[in-house]
């Protein structure tokens, strides 16, 4: 019986612990949709201020996907430490 009990303790321990990780799991990922939906929006507009400066002479070709992944990539690990 006690070790029945003890079990029974044990689980709801780790249901629990199970449960609080989860939620940070989502919330991190909750994080990297929004620093990805950022980090597209910005790519936007470096893309058009470039498109911009191609019509007045500058040369500013649209990244590589490899750099673009790399740049989010980098965003990515700099919010993590921040947290």
């Given at each position: 019986?006690?070790?029945?009990?003890?079990?029974?303790?044990?689980g709801?321990?780790?249901?629990?612990?199970?449960r609080?990780?989860?939620?940070?799991?989502?919330?991190?990922?909750?994080?990297?949709r929004?620093?990805?939906?950022?980090?597209?929006?910005?790519?936007?507009?470096?893309?058009?201020?470039?498109?911009a400066?191609?019509?007045?002479?500058?040369?500013?070709?649209?990244?590589?996907?490899?750099?673009r992944?790399?740049?989010?990539?980098?965003?990515?690990?700099?919010?993590?430490?921040?947290?």
């Amino acid at each position: 019986m006690k070790r029945e009990q003890d079990d029974l303790e044990l689980g709801r321990e780790l249901v629990s612990e199970a449960r609080r990780l989860l939620s940070e799991v989502e919330g991190l990922v909750a994080n990297i949709r929004e620093a990805k939906q950022e980090f597209e929006t910005a790519l936007d507009d470096a893309y058009a201020l470039g498109r911009a400066d191609a019509l007045i002479g500058a040369s500013a070709p649209r990244p590589s996907a490899r750099d673009r992944a790399r740049a989010l990539g980098w965003r990515i690990n700099e919010e993590a430490r921040d947290e």
